[in-house]
């Protein structure tokens, strides 16, 4: 199941909107007034409204509370369709990943229509992720940008160390800190600060950077939860991701189970 695609992405693909914002040059402070889009998305939230837009919330402040209106307005105005897919499959979406296992590719449709583009942005769209790439998405913000591909093992007493691949780049380093910037706020006053308020006495003093992600299925009735991370958020040393499906009656959602994984 971690090598499989089956889950969808959720809010966990706004870390790749969120890298093509800032490349387009949108700022983590900068700011986006709106109204509704709380639950769901519509064409007409897409469009300011001065009547109705009383609450403003800048990029960083909308990656940690994971605001989906936010995000589907700013790629309305500053993404295409075309620099979405092209950030997607840098991030490893429709794309193969290296790996002694096969690993079910994680797939992303971007739509033309601006609606449909908005959508995916926000994390609404055709867009599968397994938890192996979920946890890449994680290594590529921790390693500073760059996607290093992943191994099994690093050592091998008395047997050859397999070769290691080269690794790429995906985003700058002004980039790749900004996002764990957004990340560190996911937990600190996010979405899962609630989780992390209270750790365990191993996760006392340790930062962590996170990302989010629920989706619901009605028929038949799923939970997706998703949480994609790394600590100490300065000094990155493990990378954790994990989603859990629940039905409607569940004892524990991804983020907890998260934390007690770091806890450990």
């Known amino acids: 199941l971690a090598l499989a695609a089956l889950a969808p992405a959720a809010s966990i693909f706004k870390i790749v909107t969120a890298a093509a914002l800032l490349e387009r040059g949108v700022g983590p402070d900068d700011e986006v007034c709106y109204h509704g889009g709380r639950r769901r998305l519509a064409p007409r939230l897409l469009a300011d409204d001065p009547r ?59 739509p033309d229509d601006a609606f449909g583009l908005a959508s995916a942005a926000a994390g609404f769209g055709d867009v599968t992720l397994s938890p192996l790439h979920a946890a890449l998405l994680g290594a590529i913000v921790a390693n500073g940008g760059l996607y290093v591909p992943p191994v099994l093992v690093d050592d091998v007493p008395g047997g050859p160390v397999p070769a290691p691949v080269p690794p790429s780049r995906v985003v700058d380093e002004a980039v790749a800190a900004d996002l764990a910037a957004m990340m560190r706020n996911t937990v600190t006053s996010g979405t899962a600060r609630r989780v992390f308020r209270r750790p365990a006495p191993a996760l006392r003093g340790v930062e962590v ?21 790394f600590a100490p958020a300065g000094r990155p040393e493990v990378v954790v991701a994990t989603v859990v499906v629940n039905d409607r009656l569940w004892h524990a959602r991804a983020p907890t189970v998260a934390k007690e994984a770091l806890e450990a």
């Open 209 to 229: 950077a996170g990302k989010t992600g629920s989706l619901a299925d009605p028929r038949p009735y799923r939970d997706y939860s998703w949480f994609v991370g």
């Open 52 to 110: 109705r837009d009383r609450r403003c919330t800048s990029l960083s402040a909308a990656f940690g509370h994971s605001t989906n209106v936010v995000f589907a307005k700013l790629a309305d105005r500053g993404l295409d369709a075309a620099a979405l897919r092209a950030a997607a499959e840098r991030f490893r979406f429709n794309a193969p990943i290296a790996f002694p296992l096969p690993i079910e590719p994680s797939a992303a449709e971007i």
